[in-house]
């Protein structure tokens, strides 16, 4: 056990960049013309009562595994169920961050924590690219990942 200071605020930054990251894939290859209607509009009291209504992450996967490109939905629906209980944890004030500050961190907890925000940037990084439009630039963004291996989570095949 490695006892570091580590602030819950940083592990719970984690799940609002995988919401982040998860509504930009969906927002990009998924949603509706009336749910990015409700995402761009000024914001309004009204606005934002309407915003409530989009879906949530689990809705968002579901529609990205029909609509999404292929393996999105399965590899970010994998991030959410290895991630999520934890993540939530920090977020609302659980167990997780009271017990990390009593005993520590392992030194392999930091280093998947670390790694799964790279991943999240990575991809974040990719949707930019493919929103450039610019064929050379994503093809040369989605090889990063094999140069930065050794700071990302390993890649696992997708399902047959």
Do not use: C
């Amino acid at each position: 056990m490695l006892l570091v200071e580590v602030p819950p605020s940083a592990t719970a930054l984690l799940r609002s960049q995988f919401e982040a990251l998860v509504r930009a894939v969906w927002a990009r290859h998924a949603a509706k013309e009336s749910e990015l209607a409700r995402l761009l509009a000024p914001l309004t009291p009204e606005s934002q009562q309407a915003a409530k209504k989009l879906p949530g992450v689990p809705d968002m996967l579901a529609a990205l595994e029909t609509l999404g490109p292929r393996g999105a939905a399965a590899l970010l629906g994998r991030a959410r169920a290895r991630l999520w209980d934890g993540l939530n944890s920090y977020v609302h004030g659980g167990i997780h961050p009271f017990q990390r500050g009593e005993s520590g961190y392992p030194a392999q907890l930091l280093s998947d924590l670390l790694k799964n925000t790279n991943a999240m940037t990575m991809l974040t990084v990719i949707m930019l690219a493919e929103i450039t439009g610019d064929a050379e630039f994503v093809a040369v963004m989605n090889a990063l990942h094999h140069e930065f291996a050794d700071v990302l989570p390993e890649l696992e095949p997708f399902p047959a």
